[in-house]
Structure formats: C-alpha cells, structure tokens
T-cell receptor, first 114, second 114 residues
C-alpha cells in the first residue's frame, strides 16, 4: 500500500490563481514527520517544509501555506497568487518512527501559465 | 558550499556492464541515501546508511550494492546493468542522530542502459 498518496498527477493554473496540492499519508506510528519538496524543471530537489506529528499548527511562509490534519491524515500545500516560477513537481514525503527511511509520493506537477 | 556532489551527471551503459555512481557530502552528515526516480514517478529508496560502516536496504535494493567506508562518501554500484535500471539517481544526506531531518539532495545522475 502507498504510504504517501498524491492523487493529483498534474495541475494547470493561470498566474495569480491560488492552488492547493493534496497529500494523504498512511502510518501506524504516533511519531512521524512530513515533508514537502519542490523539483523545478532543472531537476534538483529543494526542501520546503518539515512538520512533526505532534504539531498540527498550520504554517505560512510568504505565499506558501501548509494545512496538517491528523484526523484525515492529510498534509496539504497551498500556493497563494501563483507565479510562473512556481511551476515544478512537488513531492510530499513521510518519515516514520525509525526515521531511517523516507517515503515519497509520486508527485504533483504544477503548471503555472502567464 | 558544495553540499552533496554526484558524479557523473550522465552516463550510458550497455546491458551487463557495471559502474559506480559516486556521492560525496561535505556537511558531516551521518545519514545518506540513494534514490531512483523513474519518469513521471516519485523517488524510491534503494539503500541508506546511518553512519560509516552501516548500510541497509530500502524499497528497491535488487541489482545494487553500496558501501560506506567514510562519513563523506556513499557510492552506489550496479554490477550487471539492466534496462530496468534506466533512471535518474539521487543521493541525499541529512543531519543529526536520526533521519527526521530534511534531506539535502545532489543534482542527480541520469543513467541510460541500452
């Protein structure tokens, strides 16, 4: 079974639109960490955020915000007023109790058109 | 700031050939990882290491071997290249005593087996 599911394969929006990328995870551990990474067309992976399972407080960083809900096992990512430079593949990842392994979702490709 | 350095960036192999993908990091990170990313897919963990002399299998270890003789280096070896191993390979490292820290990724090695 998939530990991290990103059901949206590809999303296209027009610049300045808001967009939410969904992430649903599966774990039996009470302690775990969730991450979001960005992979622009150049191919490198860039860390965006880490959240531990005991901190459900939502976080905002500029145009980015994250909504963590343990009740629905979701860790969604919203980009407000999207820009062309936001075009990338975004990956959600999970690290469980042994913290030795990361499980990545299959990614959501975001296309922001001018 | 070198971070995580992977060599080579590109390589074409013939079926049955062997090669070693090099990965080195200069951040004194204990944890190191090898992933493969198939087209349009997320990252799959091949092997990981929690410190020099210690390695363990990830999700997709078959056909690969690793070693960790120093903190800095974590080479990945393909012994008998197969077309199914055509992929982009990413090496990553993370700080701290456990793997719940963000991972720093190299730029990737694009490998084609023909």
């Amino acid at each position: 079974a998939q530990k991290v599911t990103q059901a949206q394969t590809e999303i296209s929006v027009v610049e300045k639109e808001d967009v939410t990328l969904d992430c649903v995870y599966e774990t039996r551990d009470t302690t775990y960490y969730l991450f979001w990474y960005k992979q622009p067309p150049s191919g490198e992976l860039v860390f965006l955020i880490r959240r531990n399972s005991f901190d459900e407080q939502n976080e905002i960083s500029g145009r980015y915000s994250w909504n963590f809900q343990k009740s629905t096992s979701s860790f969604n990512f919203t980009i407000t007023a999207s820009q062309v430079v936001d075009s990338a593949v975004y990956f959600c990842a999970l690290s469980e109790a042994d913290f030795n392994k990361f499980y990545f979702g299959s990614g959501t490709k975001l296309n922001v058109k001018p | 700031n070198a971070g995580v350095t992977q060599t080579p960036k590109f390589r074409i192999l013939k079926i049955g050939q062997s090669m070693t993908l090099q990965c080195t990091q200069d951040m004194n990170h204990n944890y190191m990882y090898w992933y493969r990313q198939d087209p349009g897919m997320g990252l799959k963990l091949i092997y990981y290491s929690v410190g020099a002399g210690i390695t363990d299998k990830g999700e997709v270890p078959n056909g690969y071997n690793v070693s960790r003789s120093t903190t800095e280096d974590f080479p990945l070896r393909l012994e008998l290249a197969a077309p199914s191993q055509t992929s982009v390979y990413f090496c990553a490292s993370s700080y701290g005593e456990s793997g719940n820290q963000p991972q720093h990724f190299g730029d990737g090695t694009r490998l084609s087996i023909l």
